[in-house]
C-alpha cells in the first residue's frame, strides 16, 4: 500500500458526479482540482449494507472539507452506471454532493496497493493528498470495519497546521511548536 510520502500515482475514472439528467458523468484526474487537498476513499462495492453510511457521513460533512480547502473523492470497483443506479434507488445517496469515481479495470486501486487480497475489492482506504499531490496521511480498514469521517477531519485539520500536534489534538488547540 502506497504510504505517507509517496506521490499520488496518476489517474483518469469515469465518476457519477449528478442525479441530473444529462449531467451524470465526468471524467476526473488527479490533475482536476488544483490547489486542493483531496480526501480520497474508497470502498469494496456498491449495494452492500455498510458502505451508504459512510458515504452518507462524508456527504454530511461536505462544508467541514470545504472549509478546510478539501475536495472529497470516493472509490469503488463499480461503474458509474452502478453508480448511478445506487444514487437513484438508496434515499440515504440521493444527496451525495461528492464524484463517485469507478475504478473498474482496478488501475489506481491496484496503484495504490489498496485491493483485499482474497476478496480482490478494495479495503476502506482513506488517503489524505496535499494541493501537491503527496498523500499526507493513509489508513486502511478491513472490509466489515466502518471509518470515522471525524477522525479524518481531524487529522485534516492537524496536517494543515504544518506543526507537531499532540494526542487528541482538536483545532484551535496549542500545537508543540
Not at 502506497?2 to 458526479?17: H, N, Q, R, W, Y
Not at 445517496?93 to 469507478?102: A, E, G, I, Q, T
Not at 479495470?105 to 482474497?118: N, V, Y
Not at 496535499?130 to 471509518?147: H, K, M, S
Request: aromatic fraction near 10%; include cysteine.
Amino acid at each position: 500500500m502506497l504510504t505517507v510520502g509517496d506521490k499520488l500515482p496518476e489517474f483518469s475514472l469515469k465518476a457519477c458526479i449528478s442525479r441530473d439528467p444529462g449531467r451524470e458523468f465526468a471524467t476526473i484526474t488527479h490533475e482536476s482540482f488544483p490547489g486542493k487537498w483531496l480526501v480520497l476513499f474508497f470502498w469494496p462495492l456498491d449495494f452492500s449494507p455498510l458502505c451508504p453510511t459512510e458515504l452518507e457521513e462524508f456527504s454530511a460533512q461536505h462544508e467541514q472539507f470545504a472549509s478546510r480547502n478539501a475536495v472529497v473523492l470516493g472509490a469503488s470497483l463499480d461503474s458509474k452506471y452502478a453508480h448511478l443506479n445506487w444514487k437513484n434507488t438508496d434515499p440515504r445517496l440521493k444527496d451525495v454532493n461528492f464524484p463517485l469515481l469507478s475504478d473498474v479495470k482496478r488501475e489506481l486501486t491496484s496503484a495504490l496497493g489498496i485491493l483485499h487480497k482474497s476478496e480482490g475489492v478494495p479495503l476502506r482506504a482513506t488517503f489524505l493528498i496535499d494541493p501537491e499531490g503527496v498523500i499526507r496521511f493513509a489508513c486502511a480498514n478491513d472490509l466489515p470495519t466502518g471509518r470515522s469521517v471525524p477522525e479524518i477531519i481531524r487529522s485534516l485539520d492537524a496536517l494543515q497546521t504544518g506543526e507537531p500536534c499532540p494526542v487528541n489534538w482538536q483545532k484551535g488547540q496549542k500545537t508543540l511548536s
